[in-house]
Structures are given as C-alpha cells and as structure tokens.
C-alpha cells in the first residue's frame, strides 16, 4: 500500500517531477551545531535609564 495516490494514473516522468518537488519542499529537521557560551551580558539594572520615564520625572513647582 502506498502512501501517496496520484490521480489520473501519471507517466513515470510525471511521478519523478511530483515527487522530486515534494521531496524538494518538504521541511527538514534542523539540527544546530553546539555553540560557545555565550558571554556575560551587561545588566543595566540599578542605572538611571533603567526607571521609567515617568518615575523619574520629578514635579517642578512655579514661584510666583
């Protein structure tokens, strides 16, 4: 029993090109290759810029 049914019944080339494509735009398993650790990342926890916007405006009062 086959898996994959074609009809009308196609020419031998036909089934060749069909299959040739389907095989071409099958997707594959990507297997990723092992890389380095990655390095230490800067953490800008605790700097100014770290704060929203709006916490670190601060209220200005007008003199009159």
């Not at 074609?6 to 398993?29: G, N």
């Not at 390095?39 to 200005?60: I, L, V």
Request: charged letters at 20%; aromatic letters at 10%.
């Amino acid at each position: 029993m086959s898996l994959i049914q074609i009809t009308p019944q196609p020419t031998e080339s036909e089934v060749a090109a069909i299959l040739a494509a389907y095989e071409a735009l099958w997707p594959r398993p990507v297997t990723a290759e092992p890389s380095a650790p990655a390095a230490p990342r800067w953490r800008f926890s605790g700097r100014w810029w770290s704060t929203p916007a709006t916490t670190r405006r601060q209220r200005q009062t007008l003199k009159r």
